[in-house]
Nanobody
Framework: QVQLVESGGGLVQPGGALRLSCAAS????????MSWFRQAPGKEREFVAK???????YYADSVRGRFTISRDNAKNTVYLQMNNLKPGDTAVYYC?????????WGQGTQVTVSS
C-alpha cells in the first residue's frame, strides 16, 4: 500500500511559477517510476511528466521546456517545478505510481493560471 499526498497548488498569473510536491508514504518508492498527470474541467486526465529510478525524465510536448520533474529519494518525494505557466495549464494535478502492478493516485492539487 502506497499513499501519495500532493501539495503546492494555487492561483498564479500567466508567466508565473509553482512547485508541486508529492510525498509518498507506506513504501519506499525510489526504485519506481513516478509520474504527474493533470485533468482540466471537462477533459480527460492527461500525462504531464515522469521520472525513472535513475532520474531520467520524460515530458509531454505541451510542457517540455517549461516544467521540470525531480525526486528526492531520501524524502520519498517527487517534485514538479512549473515555470512560464499558461492559462491552459489550469487543472487538478495528480501524482501517480505503478507499484507492484497496482496504480496509486494522490488526491490532487488545484493549479489555476489566471490574471
Amino acid at each position: 500500500q502506497v499513499q501519495l499526498v500532493e501539495s503546492g497548488g494555487g492561483l498564479v498569473q500567466p508567466g508565473g511559477a509553482l512547485r508541486l510536491s508529492c510525498a509518498a508514504s507506506g513504501r519506499t518508492v525510489s526504485s519506481y517510476v513516478m509520474s504527474w498527470f493533470r485533468q482540466a474541467p471537462g477533459k480527460e486526465r492527461e500525462f504531464v511528466a515522469k521520472i525513472y529510478w535513475n532520474s531520467n525524465t520524460y515530458y509531454a510536448d505541451s510542457v517540455r521546456g517549461r516544467f521540470t520533474i525531480s525526486r528526492d529519494n531520501a524524502k520519498n518525494t517527487v517534485y514538479l517545478q512549473m515555470n512560464n505557466l499558461k492559462p491552459g495549464d489550469t487543472a487538478v494535478y495528480y501524482c501517480h505510481i505503478l507499484y507492484r502492478a497496482r496504480d496509486y493516485w494522490g488526491q490532487g492539487t488545484q493549479v489555476t493560471v489566471s490574471s
